[in-house]
């Protein structure tokens, strides 16, 4: 067991809700993410107004794939105390462009001084019906949207000490809720690709007790790449007639790769957060 999933575990029995992307409480979602210097970018990647707009948007996939819709925000800024106002402001308008984007409100939270730019957001989203991961069905199709891969790429040319494309999904996540919201009625179980494919699919496993079976091999790289935040969803496939025409209403590319099994599945991943 990671390291990770050790730490969850300590409050798994204190908890009957911990488990998905987010915690479903009387037809609310509550979900928190981090968003930390040299952690999960480094100053040099963004600008200060990226950096917010990210952080933002990877919190709002994942009230996106539980088919939540946003209504609050939560946020804890640890600011570097040489920051000036003009950063402070451009930091600033990184949420509120998000906010106003995806109509919810900041409604407070924190601010610190600390040695580096460090943010953490709560998302408080309002949802009918949640989707879990716990919903797999035996023969139910595996899908995941978008591409694979270039996240993982981009991220190894950063390190190395390149450049990468202003439009890179690494510097802003392409998130595509109007698809899910109304594809969502014939969904079963759905997360987001935040740690890789593999990475979510051995969560799916564990919570649905299902294992899969692929149509397809998926390279590594492509299954291993983290910071995605495409949707990974599973169906009857007698709805996949129907979410095929939602997909090609609003341009998603979806591609079905596996068939749930009676088995357990696990990933073999570099697990990178403890790395």
């Not at 994942?62 to 600011?79: G, R």
């Not at 995605?228 to 129907?242: M, V």
Request: hydrophobic share 35%.
């Amino acid at each position: 067991m990671n390291k990770e999933d050790f730490f969850i575990k300590q409050f798994n029995k204190a908890s009957k809700i911990i488990g998905d992307d987010g915690a479903v409480i009387d037809g609310f979602v509550y979900s928190n993410d981090a968003f930390f210097e040299n952690v999960h970018f480094k100053k040099e990647w963004f600008s200060l107004k990226q950096i917010a707009r990210k952080a933002m948007l990877v919190n709002i996939s994942d009230a996106i794939a539980m088919n939540a819709k946003p209504k609050y925000a939560l946020l804890t800024v640890a600011i570097p105390k040489e920051y000036s106002k003009k950063e402070i402001k451009e930091l600033s308008l990184g949420f509120l462009e998000v906010a106003k984007e995806y109509d919810l409100e900041i409604i407070g939270g924190d601010t610190i001084s600390n040695t580096k730019l460090d943010i953490s957001i709560t998302i408080i989203s309002k949802t009918k019906k949640p989707k879990l991961r716990s919903g797999i069905k035996k023969d139910d199709y595996l899908c995941f949207t978008g591409t694979l891969g270039s996240c993982k790429r981009d991220l190894e040319t950063l390190l190395n000490g390149g450049t990468i494309s202003s439009s890179s999904k690494f510097i802003e996540p392409k998130l595509n809720a109007k698809f899910f919201y109304e594809v969502s009625k014939y969904i079963n179980a759905s997360m987001d690709i935040s740690d890789g494919l593999f990475f979510e699919l051995e969560r799916m496993s564990k919570r649905s007790k299902k294992g899969f079976e692929f149509l397809y091999e998926i390279p590594k790289e492509i299954g291993c790449s983290g910071e995605e935040y495409e949707l990974l969803f599973s169906f009857s496939p007698k709805y996949k007639e129907k979410i095929e025409t939602i997909a090609k209403k609003y341009e998603v590319k979806l591609n079905i790769f596996a068939k749930a099994i009676d088995e357990k599945y696990k990933c073999d991943c570099k697990n990178h957060h403890f790395d």
